[in-house]
């Protein structure tokens, strides 16, 4: 692509503001009709023009496609004027108001992607440990688990849901901490640790702003929870916060999918997600370079283990 094509595609508030937002997150074209009070036509032409700029690119979530700023090589052309172009349009004295306007609206989807999740997990509280087999996979990951979360040192959580992994994991020597953002699994994990629950600090929030200092803890756990989580980036950027220098992190979750009907069954935000792009993410969030492997017979789950890069 040359320059005056960049430069051409570029050259409209609303590519503009839709560039904003993607710098945001993963949106679908319903999201962003609604964000910005323009026409589905009308989004769907600008996110074409920006895409054969190679500005901004998609990815299939069944029958969704999901739209986000392209991962370009920042030391690239592209790469430097996409930098350059949103720090220049958070910076516009001409598109202010309306940035703030679609930065308003933009985390009202996000509340509606949360509350959507926490509405469900409230719901099936009660029932999720025989439902999470049916919901989580058939690869056995256990066995990856346990050998990869240390004995000693902090251990986080995320999504703990109704505390069953973490009872696997105790007992401990070291701190072990769940968060997770259902009040109602928060209680049936304290039911389900019985004795050993006086060993967990479990929490109340978002796995987008964790209610933890920076840097102090060791090891983070997050075991078939991204795909239920609102900003899986922001997440990810949240998690690296909260970790000390080196700390490591452990993430189990689903291979990307087709099958529309875990939306409609267990509120999942996300069908899984493609290996090489969520590692990208985890990279591009401040850890070294992970390592992923994909199990099961079916391979339908990955692990992913990194560790938090210095610096």
Not at 72 to 83: K, R, T, V
Not at 114 to 141: L, N
Not at 167 to 195: F, H, W
Not at 230 to 259: C, F, T, W, Y
Request: net charge negative; with cysteine.
């Amino acid at each position: 692509m040359d320059i005056a094509s960049l430069l051409k595609a570029l050259g409209d508030d609303s590519r503009l503001r839709l560039i904003h937002l993607l710098t945001k997150g993963s949106f679908n074209v319903q999201e962003l009709t609604q964000t910005l009070s323009l026409s589905q036509s009308t989004v769907s032409h600008h996110l074409k023009i920006l895409e054969q700029a190679g500005l901004v690119s998609h990815r299939k979530e069944g029958s969704f496609a999901f739209y986000t700023v392209a991962q370009a090589n920042p030391e690239s052309f592209e790469g430097q004027l996409l930098d350059l172009t949103t720090q220049a349009v958070t910076r516009s004295a001409n598109l202010h108001e309306q940035l703030e306007a679609d930065n308003t609206a933009i985390e009202k989807i996000f509340v509606g992607r949360r509350d959507k999740a926490r509405k469900y997990f409230d719901t099936v509280a009660r029932d999720w440990s025989s439902i999470r087999s049916e919901a989580q996979g058939k690869a056995d990951y256990l066995p990856h688990l346990t050998k990869s979360i240390p004995t000693e040192g902090s251990l986080l959580e995320l999504g703990c849901g109704s505390g069953m992994l973490l009872k696997k994991l105790l007992p401990r020597s070291g701190e072990t901490i769940g968060v997770d953002y259902s009040e109602a699994m928060i209680q049936e994990a304290r039911q389900n640790l019985g004795n050993l629950a006086e060993a967990v600090d479990i929490r109340l929030g978002y796995l987008e702003h964790l209610p933890l200092g920076d840097d102090t803890i060791d090891c983070a756990l997050a075991c078939m929870v991204f795909h239920h989580i609102a900003e899986p980036q922001e997440a990810m950027k949240d998690i690296h916060r909260v970790l000390r220098p080196n700390g490591s992190l452990v993430i189990v979750d689903l291979v990307e999918h087709n099958n529309e009907l875990m939306r409609e069954r267990y509120a999942d935000l996300w069908l899984g997600f493609n290996t090489d792009l969520f590692s990208n993410w985890i990279h591009q969030s401040g850890f070294e370079k992970p390592n992923l492997e994909v199990l099961g017979e079916e391979k339908d789950v990955f692990v992913l283990t990194t560790t938090k890069r210095e610096g």
